[in-house]
């Protein structure tokens, strides 16, 4: 049987475009720092520095902020390529991109609770002592949203594919 974009479900393509769009989102801010509460003179260096400096990338961040979009790109990817299998589909492969989105968002929750730990602990202790907050950015909002519309839409998928086997059964 060969690959045909016709059979693609609606599912599948939402998924691919949750792992692409994951993906991209890793261009935008990940890794944000702040000086809203420190001294008027940290606010004032603060401006001075590089904008690359104050805000960062997934790229420029740490393996937690780049490596769990990439992972659902390559699962969204996965479920289109294979999803019109019918072994694949039958031996798990809406269970398969479960786990996969679920370990995304898992490693997302990660990398957001060690979000400061891309800096050392001098900096850490001189950036806590400067009153300069580090956050999470745009992108890290947007990848943890795409992650979890991707499981969202893996449920239905699971779904879908026990009624499908419900119904071949019916049939045979």
Same mark, same amino acid.
């Given at each position: 049987?060969?690959?045909?974009?016709?059979?693609?479900?609606?599912?599948?393509?939402? #998924? =691919?475009?949750? #792992?692409?769009?994951?993906?991209? /989102?890793?261009?935008?801010?990940?890794? %944000?720092? /702040?000086? $809203?509460?420190?001294?008027?003179?940290?606010?004032?260096?603060?401006?001075? =520095?590089?904008?690359? $400096?104050?805000?960062?990338?997934?790229?420029?961040? $740490?393996?937690?902020?780049? +490596?769990?979009?990439?992972?659902?790109?390559?699962?969204?990817?996965?479920?289109?390529?294979? #999803?019109?299998?019918?072994?694949?589909?039958?031996?798990? =492969?809406?269970?398969?991109?479960?786990?996969? #989105?679920?370990?995304?968002?898992?490693?997302?929750?990660? &990398?957001?609770?060690?979000?400061?730990?891309?800096?050392?602990?001098?900096?850490?202790?001189?950036?806590?002592?400067? &009153?300069?907050?580090?956050? +999470? &950015?745009?992108?890290?909002? =947007?990848?943890?949203?795409?992650?979890?519309?991707?499981? %969202?839409?893996?449920?239905?998928?699971?779904?879908?594919?026990?009624?499908? /086997?419900?119904?071949?059964?019916?049939?045979?």
């Amino acid at each position: 049987m060969a690959f045909s974009l016709r059979r693609v479900t609606w599912r599948e393509w939402l #998924g =691919l475009a949750a #792992g692409l769009l994951a993906a991209g /989102s890793t261009a935008l801010p990940w890794t %944000v720092l /702040s000086a $809203d509460t420190a001294t008027p003179d940290v606010r004032e260096a603060f401006k001075t =520095l590089p904008h690359s $400096d104050v805000v960062r990338t997934a790229w420029n961040s $740490d393996l937690f902020s780049w +490596g769990p979009p990439l992972l659902l790109a390559v699962v969204g990817l996965a479920v289109v390529l294979f #999803g019109q299998v019918t072994k694949a589909r039958v031996s798990g =492969l809406p269970q398969l991109w479960l786990v996969g #989105g679920l370990a995304t968002v898992l490693l997302m929750v990660i &990398g957001w609770t060690t979000l400061d730990w891309v800096f050392d602990s001098d900096q850490r202790a001189f950036l806590d002592a400067a &009153g300069v907050s580090i956050s +999470g &950015g745009v992108g890290r909002y =947007l990848g943890m949203a795409f992650a979890v519309g991707s499981v %969202v839409l893996a449920i239905v998928d699971i779904r879908a594919a026990r009624a499908e /086997s419900r119904a071949s059964r019916r049939r045979r």
